[in-house]
């Protein structure tokens, strides 16, 4: 595989490592399974689930002792039943300050643990009803929670990782569009965006384009890949299904100059494989569709095509970089 420019770490989705482990597995124990896996040389904490039982400074250990490097943490709010009818939108004020507050000590432990990113996946903040929800009061709530938490520590960085639904019916940030007009309201500094693939596909956007948008407009913080059909959040692995829109985000992040770490947000729990197995056929489908990218990436033949929007001339261009010379 050539050495490509601005390469990545990977990352994984921890909690699949549970799969086939004894008992009651700890973030410890979900780290030292992950990081058998070559390449996989780094890791998202989900707070407050995975400090459940070790310090942020345990953590650090843990991880520098396996070799792998902090990424950043991710709050999860649905692990509390109190947050169900929302956490920064809720309609009980002391809820709202709740999660407020574990929001906080999420930042606290992420900077104690010298790392640089929040992810802010607000899944509990939505509707599921018509009339059931104060749209302007909820909206309202939102900006004003996200810039608390943007203020909490200026020097860390706060992506919001937008998603249509999922536990609710309607997510109150569902697209792209509503998560730039949100951080230009906030209008903080340390805001951005974190692009999870099969979030864009049933957002029915353009993984590409939504990436381009960030970067117009505000910062892209973290890339969630994985695949799916686009009717819900499937955690398929890399390329299985869309591998040339795969190939599109990368060459759009290598024309970026984006050197973030590449998360695969997969589920190999959810059918049974094994997650070792998975992450390596993730890692091996992220470098040959990178290493196409890069081939794409300044091929002037290509960039004339696409000027032209000749479709059928991108795709020959492509399909050589994909599977070779028509013969």
């Not at 050197?259 to 494989?273: A, C, E, W």
């Amino acid at each position: 595989m050539p050495d490509l420019p601005n390469r990545p770490r990977y990352a994984a989705r921890l909690n699949a490592f549970k799969t086939g482990l004894d008992g009651k597995p700890t973030a410890a124990d979900m780290i030292a399974r992950a990081a058998q896996v070559k390449g996989l040389d780094a890791a998202d904490l989900n707070y407050p689930d995975h400090f459940a039982d070790h310090s942020p400074q345990a953590l650090s250990e843990i991880l520098s002792g396996n070799g792998m490097a902090l990424n950043g943490l991710a709050m999860r709010y649905y692990t509390d039943p109190g947050f169900r009818l929302g956490a920064f939108t809720n309609p009980d004020p002391k809820v709202r300050q709740a999660a407020l507050d574990i929001t906080k000590r999420g930042l606290d432990a992420l900077a104690a643990m010298g790392g640089k990113v929040m992810t802010l996946w607000m899944g509990q903040d939505g509707v599921d009803y018509s009339f059931q929800g104060d749209y302007v009061r909820m909206w309202d709530d939102t900006i004003s929670a996200v810039q608390a938490v943007a203020d909490h520590n200026r020097d860390l960085e706060v992506a919001i990782e937008y998603k249509p639904n999922e536990p609710r019916a309607y997510a109150l940030m569902p697209d792209i569009g509503t998560t730039l007009l949100a951080i230009r309201e906030a209008n903080r500094p340390n805001l951005g965006v974190t692009l999870d693939f099969a979030h864009v596909l049933y957002a029915d956007e353009i993984p590409a384009h939504s990436a381009r948008l960030i970067e117009r407009h505000s910062k892209l913080l973290g890339v969630h890949l994985n695949d799916g059909y686009g009717k819900r959040d499937d955690g398929l692995m890399v390329g299985s299904v869309h591998p040339v829109q795969t190939v599109e985000l990368f060459v759009e992040l290598d024309r970026m100059g984006y050197d973030g770490v590449i998360y695969f947000d997969t589920f190999p729990d959810h059918g049974g494989l094994d997650p070792c197995a998975e992450a390596r056929a993730n890692i091996m489908m992220a470098e040959r569709l990178r290493a196409v990218a890069s081939s794409l990436t300044d091929n002037a033949d290509l960039a004339e095509a696409i000027a032209r929007q000749d479709a059928t001339a991108s795709l020959g261009f492509v399909a050589n970089a994909l599977y070779g010379p028509q013969k």
